[in-house]
């Protein structure tokens, strides 16, 4: 029975790490841990925000080491935004992933599912896209924001405004992503995910 990822999809503010870090933790239950469920940090060049930890929420690189990498071919998965304050990056190394000890648990991107499930083929990558009505995330995502020392207002809505783009019903069509979970209940959503996770694992 071949190891597996699972890739949590969604527009910012829509739960995504809320339910990874849930799901990471009832995967620890006895009955789970034959599977051996591991979560991936990914890899960014953006600034930290308040209250992020290097090497749990994300590992954090300066744009140097970026290319390095780069340079060096350790990346499998990269996504750049051009912001107000330069561009961003998320990626994620090779290194990331050993399938033949483990399963895994990632936050993702449509581009980001799309070039993982290229690399590593059918029957190995399965998408979760999960979704929250956008006055709440928006809510959500100013609320975050405000907390930061330096808030970056203007970054905040473009990256808002270009979710809309960046998880289209056709680009979701495209990639044969048709189920939704409706993150209105944390707890439910959480579960369904889980269930759907559950079954994979014992296929």
Known sequence: MANKIFQLIGKSGSGKD????LLIKDFKEEKWLQFSIKEVVMYTTRPKREGEIDGISYFFKTEEEYQQMNVANEILECRSYETKHGIWRYFTPYQAFDLTNHNYIILNTLEGYQSLKSYYG?????????????G??????LKREMQEENP???ELCRRFLADSIDFSDEKL????ITKRYQNDNLIKCKDEIE?????????
């Open 136 to 141: 709440i995330r928006l809510n959500r995502a």
């Open 152 to 154: 970056k207002y203007q």
């Open 195 to 203: 269930n759907d996770i559950k079954r994979l694992l014992l296929k």
């Open 173 to 176: 069509s495209l990639l044969n």
């Open 18 to 21: 809320t339910i990874k870090n």
């Open 122 to 134: 059918e029957g190995i990558v399965y998408p979760f896209y999960i979704e929250v009505e956008d």
